[in-house]
């Protein structure tokens, strides 16, 4: 069983700055692609940031310049940090991580439960 936990979600006022963290833990081979998507409730869920094993990013248009998503694959770990954040990024954000499990040859994609990002105008 792979495991991801998030942390770093909270109330921050418009134009502030939080960093999420997201690790994986369990019977893990090999990570490859990570990233974040958020949901707004009743709304599709939509990705944010991704970032592979070789360290190649993508963004959303909406947060591109703004937010920042790293790894670190020695504790499988990965971050947003989030800048100049807007009202409009409220929303629970989760993480997910592709992961070939111990003893498994298909790579499987795994999610966190997600953390609340409140921004306040």
């Known amino acids: 069983q792979v495991q991801l936990v998030e942390s770093g979600g909270g109330l921050v006022q418009a134009g502030g700055s939080l960093r999420l963290s997201c690790v994986a833990s369990g019977s893990i081979f090999s990570i490859n692609g990570m990233g974040w998507y958020r949901q707004v409730p009743g709304k599709q869920r939509e990705l944010v940031a991704s970032?592979?094993?070789?360290?190649?990013?993508n963004y959303a248009d909406s947060v591109k310049g703004r937010f920042t998503i790293s790894r670190d694959n020695a504790k499988n770990t990965v971050y947003l940090q989030m800048n100049s954040l807007k009202p409009e990024d409220t929303c629970v954000y989760y993480c997910?991580?592709?992961?070939?499990?111990?003893?498994?040859?298909?790579?499987?994609?795994?999610w966190g439960k997600g953390t609340l990002v409140t921004v306040s105008s």
């Open positions: 997910y991580a592709e992961v070939r499990g111990q003893y498994q040859s298909v790579w499987m994609r795994y």
């Open positions: 970032i592979t094993s070789g360290g190649i990013t």
